[in-house]
């Protein structure tokens, strides 16, 4: 097993957390790559690891059938996945798995319910990431009731720019379908209408972000509660 660099983690919850907290994890923690369509959780399956991505984006996903099935919220370098863990179940009925790939760090669950029995100050911290992603589920679920298809575009791709830190984000029109729920001509005519407004480009397999500002503009109100929950919370 690779041995875990004692330098200050790359995953922004995992750096927030005290050096006592940390060092209850860093012994159990192994770096790990996260490959396009890794499992992280299946669906109504234990949970038998906790992953804190570095770089790389997980969906998790919501499932009522193989013909019905929407992202309900994304976790990056932010945050954690085993959110059920936290709660103190040991299964989710939703599905996690990579869509951009990366790297991270994971670590059994068992250890994880050790280390927050042992520590308060760790369990509430990962309480309040369950908090963070709760209200961006929410607003998720706001955008997808409300805002018109390039608004959650919009608010999709600065999402994922926040996570990949690079302005080329590998994404395809199938899988932003799926993410954003609607048909993938929709996506198209909405992708279409950013690149009219040079907000951003294509590429194959990918969107290229040319103007942070112009999209934010474009995503209006359905983009900025959550990272700004995160930024009270976590830090």
């Known amino acids: 097993m690779l041995a875990v660099s004692p330098s200050r983690p790359r995953n922004r919850l995992l ?23 890794m499992q992280l959780e299946p669906p109504n399956r234990p949970i038998n690891h906790v992953y804190f991505p570095e770089i790389g984006i997980a969906s998790v996903v919501a499932v009522q ?3 019905a099935q929407v992202e309900v ?7 954690m996945t085993g959110t059920s863990v936290v709660l103190g179940d040991d299964r989710s009925p939703h599905s996690t798995y990579m869509q951009v790939a990366g790297e991270g760090q994971r670590i059994p669950a068992s250890k994880v319910r050790e280390a927050m029995k042992t520590s308060a100050s760790l369990h509430g911290m990962f309480l309040r990431s369950v908090q963070v992603f709760m209200v961006q589920t929410a607003h998720t679920a706001i955008a997808n009731a409300r ?18 830190r690079d302005k080329r984000l590998p994404l395809t029109h199938e899988f932003l379908a799926l993410m954003l729920g609607v048909r993938r001509a929709g996506v198209t005519e909405a992708v279409n209408s950013l690149k009219k ?5 294509t590429g194959r397999g990918e969107i ?4 942070r500002t112009g999209i934010e503009r474009i995503a209006r109100k359905s983009y900025g ?6 930024k009270r919370l976590i830090g």
């Open 197 to 201: 407004q040079k907000l951003i480009d």
């Open 208 to 211: 290229i972000v040319l103007d």
């Open 147 to 164: 805002a018109k298809v390039d608004e959650r575009l919009a608010r999709w791709l600065l999402m994922a720019h926040d996570r990949v």
């Open 73 to 79: 919220g994304l976790i990056g370098s932010e945050g």
């Open 65 to 67: 059938s193989k013909e």
């Open 225 to 230: 509660t959550p990272e700004a929950e995160f």
């Open 15 to 37: 750096a927030a957390l005290s050096q006592a907290d940390l060092d209850l994890l860093r012994p159990h923690l192994e770096p790990v790559p996260l490959t396009i369509r």
